[in-house]
């Protein structure tokens, strides 16, 4: 059984910095990409990160290239989201997913094996 473990999500201040984990448990091949969506009140979830564990190839969306980090530390099987420069629009739930190719993520829809059950970022101007 797959299972998928956020933390790490909170308040600040526009400007300020959260590192969000994503711990993972039960690894299998449907879950050889891991990534981060998140979903804004009254807009739809979107794509914002994904890395692959064994190759550390990465992805993100444009809106948060140069401000946004994902990394993985394999030996904890946890991945990481670093976001600095954070804006109020970065407000939202963040859901770490897990799929067996970037491409399942970033296609619409996607196309995602495993969710966890969200953490919630909040960003005050």
């Known amino acids: 059984q797959v299972q998928l473990v956020e933390s790490g999500g909170g308040l600040v201040q526009a400007g300020g910095s959260l590192r969000l984990s994503c711990a993972a448990s039960g690894r299998t091949i449907s879950t050889n990409t891991v990534g981060w969506f998140r979903q804004a009140p009254g807009k739809e979830r979107e794509f914002v990160a994904a890395i692959r564990w064994i190759a550390g190839t990465t992805d993100y969306t444009d809106p948060v290239k140069g401000r946004f980090t994902i990394s993985r530390d394999n030996a904890r099987n946890t991945v990481y989201l670093q976001m600095n420069s954070l804006k109020p629009e970065d407000t939202a739930v963040y859901y770490c997913?897990?799929?067996?190719?970037?491409?399942?993520?970033?296609?619409?829809?996607?196309?995602?094996?495993?969710w966890g059950q969200g953490t919630q970022v909040t960003v005050s101007s």
């Open positions: 997913a897990a799929a067996e190719f970037i491409s399942s993520m970033t296609s619409r829809p996607p196309r995602i094996n495993y």
